[in-house]
Each structure stands twice: as structure tokens, then as C-alpha cells.
């Protein structure tokens, strides 16, 4: 399974935007790029995916690398709510949608 | 909400007893896993289902077996439960876009 590599830790002020980068150096061609967050004490819920195309939705942007190497999730305006640990997959787009999570980056956000 | 529940959510048991954790979902998807989470630790997957009778080993499956006699239910058994397996244990869906739906985990604790 590729691997991805993120920041253990970042920090922000609420209702600025943050920026939390992945790098994904050994991605293959037909690699989603998934983004899942874990609030404190509940399961891990879904934020957005993409291939190539950078990609929005209610809750966030992301924004892929030409060559798809890196790739940066964007919360437009952070609330308190959005501290979480924030985690980057790659995720086949064959067989078994295996997940595989890493350490995560945790998102503090001061009021 | 997602329609997933686990059962129970919080259980205390002694070295060497057999443990069964629930994962039940309402919303008939094909694919269902099974993750653990311990402290420092992103979540590992344990075992996955692909359909009813349907299963297959995670990255860390040794001491855990698992059952999928329903579309509905995904069970996760611990045959002789070991400190080791103290745990958060998280059951997830995947649905026909390929998110996955995480379940609000059993706390599982080996004494």
C-alpha cells in the first residue's frame, strides 16, 4: 500500500482557513486520495475524496498536485468543532477498498 | 446518519474469556470492517467482509475470527481474549461511492 506523510501536529485560529498537507510520493495512477477526520471519542467520519481534479464540498476543499505527489486539504473557515485528527489515504480503485490510516495530523483550533 | 450501531459499547473482561463484538447496519451495503484503534496508533484493520459468508484477514487479524451470517450483522470474536486486545474497536460500512461509515466504537478492556 502506498504510504502518505503528514505534519503530527498543527495549529490554527478559528475562522481562518487551514491548510493540512499530505504527501503522497509513491501514489500510483489509480490511487484515490480519501481525507477522513476523527473527532475526540467517535469513530473516524468521511471529509472528501478525489483522482486528479481538485474537489469540493460542504465541509472542505482538496487541492491535488499536478503530478499528484502532495496533495492539501482546506477547511475555508475553521470552527472549534473542526479540532480533529486528520488523516490522508490512499485508496485503491480495485479490490477490497482497504483502508489504511496513519498517525493522522491533530488540528487545534484557538478561539 | 449511516445505520450503523455496535454492541455493546463498553465491556470489561478477564484474560482468556471469549469476547463477541456486534456490528449491525441498516443500510444493506456488501462491504463491512472491522479496525481497532490503540493510543499513538492510527486505526489497523482487523478483519473485512465482502459479503454474507464473505471474509478476509486485515493487517492485524491473529486472535480474531469473524462471522457474517446477514447482510446486517458482522460479528467479531476474540476467542481467548489477551491484555493486548484492550482496545477501541470500530466496525465500518462502505457504501456504492466508496466512503466508508464508521460505527461509534466498543471500548474493550482485558483485565
Known amino acids: 500500500d502506498a504510504k502518505t506523510t503528514q505534519p503530527n501536529s498543527m495549529e490554527s485560529n478559528e475562522e481562518e482557513p487551514v491548510h493540512l498537507p499530505c504527501n503522497h510520493s509513491?501514489?500510483?495512477?489509480?490511487?484515490?486520495i480519501h481525507w477522513y477526520r476523527q473527532l475526540p471519542s467517535q469513530g473516524p467520519e468521511y471529509v472528501i475524496h478525489g483522482l486528479t481534479s481538485n474537489v469540493n464540498n460542504r465541509m472542505a476543499s482538496l487541492a491535488i498536485a499536478e503530478d499528484r505527489k502532495s496533495s492539501t486539504l482546506i477547511l475555508h473557515r475553521a470552527t472549534l468543532r473542526d479540532a480533529a485528527v486528520y488523516y490522508c489515504i490512499l485508496r485503491a480503485i480495485q479490490g477490497a477498498q482497504k483502508l489504511v490510516f496513519g498517525q493522522g495530523t491533530r488540528l487545534t483550533i484557538n478561539p | 446518519d449511516a445505520g450503523i450501531t455496535q454492541s455493546p459499547r463498553h465491556k470489561v473482561t478477564e484474560t482468556g474469556t471469549p469476547v463477541t463484538l456486534r456490528c449491525h447496519q441498516t443500510e444493506n451495503h456488501r462491504y463491512m470492517y472491522w479496525y481497532r484503534q490503540d493510543p499513538g496508533h492510527g486505526l489497523r484493520l482487523i478483519h473485512y467482509s465482502y459479503g454474507v459468508k464473505d471474509t478476509d484477514k486485515g493487517e492485524v487479524s491473529d486472535g480474531y475470527s469473524v462471522s457474517r451470517s446477514k447482510t446486517e450483522d458482522f460479528l467479531l470474536t476474540l476467542e481467548s481474549a489477551t491484555s493486548s486486545q484492550t482496545s477501541v474497536y470500530f466496525c465500518a460500512i462502505r457504501d456504492s461511492l466508496y466512503e466508508q461509515y464508521f460505527g461509534p466504537g466498543t471500548r474493550l478492556t482485558v483485565t
Open positions: 509513491t501514489i500510483s495512477g489509480t490511487d484515490y
